[in-house]
Every structure is written in C-alpha cells, then in structure tokens.
C-alpha cells in the first residue's frame, strides 16, 4: 500500500510533456483543476477521462503505473461514496431504513464524486511525476514572484513546498522500511480490532518522526553549508523561457476550457444528459 503512492515521485523519461516548461504545467493542472469542478454530466467526464489518457499516453508514463497512485485512497473513495450513497435526498427511492436512504441521484451524485477524486489524483500526479522538483521550485517561485510586492515570500514558500514533495518518496520509503523491521521482531500490523491496529502504529511513528527530524537537520546544515540565504542575491544557471511546445500546450488549454463549458451547459439544451 505505502508503495503505491505515486504523489512526489518523479519518473524520468524524455516525452513532449517532460520538455513543457514548469509553469505551463503548473497553469494547465490548475486548469485541469477547477474544470473538474465545473464538469456536471457523465459526457464531461468521458471527455475528461479521453483527455488525460491522451496526456498520460504522450508523457510516455506507464498507466498502470499511474493508476497505483488510487490504492493508497481507497478508502477515502469508498467512505466519499457511502457518504453520497446513503445521505443525498431524492425524489426516487430505492432503499430506506431510518434518516438513510438509498436514491437514484444519490447513486448518480456517488458515481460523479468518486469519478472526480480518481481524476484529481491521477491528474496531480502527472505534473509530479513529469516535472523534477528543481523545475517545479522555480516554477512555482516564478507564479508567486509578483505577490513579492505585498511581501508574500516567493521563494520560501516555492522552496518549502518542493521540499515537501520531494520527501514523501524518501518518507514512505523508511516507512516501509520499519514496518519490515518491526515485523521480522514479531510485531503484528494486521490482527485485531480498531485500537489494537492504532496501538500497534506507535512503534512505526516513533522512529519515523526520528528519522524525519534527523533528516530534515542534516537537509539545513547542508543548506547552510553551502551558503544558502533564500532568495538573497540569488542567480540560476538555467532560465526558463517559453517554447513553441508550450505556446501550442496553452492553446490546447484553450480548448479545453471550451470544450468543458460547452459541455457544461449543454444541459441547458439537451436535458436528457446526465
């Protein structure tokens, strides 16, 4: 299960989107974002879904690979779902007992919800997963530079988050590793009930905290070994400039955008879509 987190990993392969510029992909997974919240009928997400496999088959990742990223919130999908099953109010009821009730519009809003957190996390995981985190701190850092006016600290925050990203491999790594660790000195993750399985994380959370503190030390005498003040007098060896590629990706946006509004209030006109 911890292995099947893909947030933070990056996998490198030379494909059209590795080259994209960081902040193209930064402003289209926004886009990807907010769209997804827009889209209401099952046609939006077939032409969500069509989209991003033609992503993932351009950016030469694995699907299976990406896909292993839904075990680790699976249950977050089934409780989303039981919570939109059992609690939306409807005209057509198919089951009752008690305040619960089972509807045709809760299974249809069930549907929709679970479809639109697999989406989120498969789509996230493309801007991780193609981007290395140098690029994706100075994307971010560029983003953020004109909020430096109100004193919003660009640099620090592009820097923390990065940081965060790139140690949630390192993180679950060792996390596994002491899992292993205590299991061959007979410690039982599995059995039991609720509290039994909570006691039995105490000593994987101990160590990993350890770890995670000695790590993030040994990451600030490095830092401060090598003269690191923040954003002060700081120059970059590479640049980032705009391409033909991602002035075509823009465009593509574009389109999207378009092609989602249309498809939102098609509905409008064409009642019959769900």
């Not at 193209?24 to 889209?39: A, D, S």
């Not at 003040?229 to 574009?254: I, S």
């Amino acid at each position: 299960m911890i292995r099947d987190i893909t947030i933070g990993q990056y996998y490198p392969v030379d494909s059209p989107i590795h080259r994209l510029d960081a902040r193209v992909k930064l402003t289209m997974t926004f886009i990807y974002i907010i769209t997804l919240f827009m889209v209401n009928n099952f046609v939006g997400y077939f032409f969500v879904i069509a989209a991003l496999t033609g992503i993932i088959k351009i950016s030469k990742v694995p699907i299976k690979f990406m896909l292993k990223g839904i075990k680790s919130i699976m249950i977050i999908i089934l409780f989303t779902a039981f919570i939109n099953l059992f609690m939306t109010k409807g005209v057509h009821i198919i089951w009752q007992w008690g305040f619960l009730s089972l509807t045709v519009e809760g299974v249809i809003l069930a549907i929709k919800m679970c479809i639109r957190l697999i989406l989120l996390i498969v789509g996230s995981s493309v801007l991780t997963l193609t981007t290395t985190p140098i690029q994706l701190t100075d994307g971010i850092e560029y983003m953020l530079r004109p909020f430096k006016k109100i004193g919003v600290p660009a640099h620090e925050i592009a820097m923390m988050m990065t940081i965060a990203l790139r140690f949630i491999p390192t993180l679950l790594d060792e996390t596994d590793k002491i899992m292993k660790a205590q299991q061959a000195r007979g410690a039982d993750f599995d059995s039991g009930n609720l509290m039994q399985k909570a006691k039995s994380l105490i000593p994987i959370l101990v160590p990993l905290f350890i770890s995670a503190f000695r790590r993030a030390e040994e990451l600030a005498m490095a830092m401060e070994a090598r003269c690191y003040h923040g954003d002060e007098n700081r120059t970059r060896m590479n640049r980032m400039h705009m391409q033909k590629g991602d002035y075509r990706a823009l465009t593509m946006g574009l389109v999207y955008i378009a092609a989602i509004l249309g498809l939102r209030y098609a509905t409008n006109f064409f009642p019959f879509i769900i």
